[in-house]
């Protein structure tokens, strides 16, 4: 995100401007080298012109790319740029530049349209009151305002998954809510080893008892984790599964549940009914939303949908890894207002980790990384 912003405004300097430090303006004037004459020369009734290099139009066209939208601030031509008094403020008119290409890069980025504006107001913000030094590279004081408008949008109250089990009665009952295809038995699976890893006894309730092969799916990660699946037979009440997988954790002392449900679009009334009725039934301790960062606004939307039907206390994204733009985990943030607690970041069991927003923002900020990094 910010190395695409940082090429629209700051994508270079104008090469052919003059020579910023005096050793590079004692070399230019050191050459020795002569202008060759330009020779004019008839042979028909028209003048023949030599061409010496590119036109001038297109030279200065070339410069004005490699320009960048503001320069740092110098002891000369700043007035177009920077307000007068002690130090250097960005003028208004250039800020609305800067806005308008922020605007661009996120919205490409799959940043929802609201978090967007949000972004836009605190970056003005931050620009406003920012003075710069003499010398001070423009594009330190934008990123600086860019990633603490991230930040706080980011930095929702978390939850501390491993503490909140900790000091709960148990079994601790996970709901996890989505649509199909966004990874969701998977990240139950990935969640169930991440909790063995912790010391938890866990347990899974295979609640998507609608889609062919979900049952099938859920028990081979069970299997393969070593962990215990509660099923029943494929069109059975999900809601009775989420049961008995409550009661085979009480009765074994097993700590955590994880319930799956049948992935559902928001629009489907009798599965949105369904993953209330087990609402009902197993009271979870805590409901996340399981979504596809690959979906970019798809994503944000079903977040929102799902958030007003159902309610739910956090996110898990997946296939962040090979989410390039960035934007999902910006977005389903700010319109929820729930934070991420986990991410998945590869296809094994152990390729899942909490979110942490510095580790996000370095995503955002840096260049690119491997996918644990």
């Not at 629209?8 to 003059?18: I, N, P, V």
């Not at 347990?203 to 069970?222: C, K, M, N, S, Y």
């Not at 008995?244 to 629009?267: E, I, M, N």
């Amino acid at each position: 995100m910010w190395a695409r912003l940082k090429e629209r405004l700051f994508g270079g300097t104008d090469k052919e401007a003059k020579p910023s430090t005096p050793e590079a303006q004692d070399r230019t004037s050191a050459d020795p080298t002569p202008p060759k004459p330009v020779s004019h020369r008839t042979t028909d009734t028209k003048a023949t012109i030599p061409t010496q290099g590119p036109s001038s139009s297109s030279s200065a066209s070339d410069a004005a790319k490699r320009r960048p939208l503001i320069p740092p601030p110098s002891s000369e031509d700043t007035e177009d740029y920077f307000t007068d008094g002690f130090g250097f403020r960005i003028k208004e008119k250039k800020i609305d530049q800067i806005l308008e290409q922020l605007e661009i890069v996120l919205l490409e980025s799959d940043v929802a349209l609201e978090a967007v504006e949000r972004v836009r107001r605190s970056v003005r913000k931050y620009l406003s009151e920012q003075k710069l030094r003499l010398g001070q590279d423009p594009a330190e004081a934008v990123e600086a305002a860019l990633r603490s408008s991230v930040r706080a949008v980011l930095a929702q109250p978390p939850i501390d998954l491993e503490a909140r089990i900790r000091s709960s009665p148990k079994p601790f009952v996970i709901l996890f809510i989505g649509v199909n295809g966004s990874g969701k038995t998977t990240s139950i699976a990935k969640l169930a080893s991440w909790l063995r890893r912790k010391g938890f006894g866990v347990v899974l309730a295979a609640g998507d008892t609608f889609r062919a092969g979900a049952i099938e799916q859920i028990t081979v990660h069970a299997e393969r984790l070593g962990v215990k699946v509660v099923r029943q037979s494929e069109g059975s009440d999900p809601a009775a599964v989420a049961y008995d997988a409550v009661q085979h954790a009480k009765s074994r002392g097993l700590d955590v549940v994880l319930v799956d449900t049948a992935g559902r679009q928001h629009t489907n009334t009798n599965l949105i009914e369904e993953a209330k009725k087990i609402r009902r039934v197993v009271n979870p301790s805590l409901t996340l939303f399981v979504g596809d960062a690959l979906n970019g606004n798809d994503m944000v939307e079903q977040a929102r949908m799902f958030h007003q039907e159902l309610g739910f206390d956090g996110t898990m994204l997946t296939k962040l890894d090979t989410d390039t733009k960035g934007g999902s985990a910006l977005s389903v943030t700010y319109i929820v207002h729930k934070p991420i607690l986990f991410v998945g970041v590869g296809q094994g069991y152990d390729d899942l980790r909490p979110f942490d927003v510095n580790w996000m923002l370095d995503r955002l900020f840096s260049s690119p990384k491997g996918p644990n990094e």
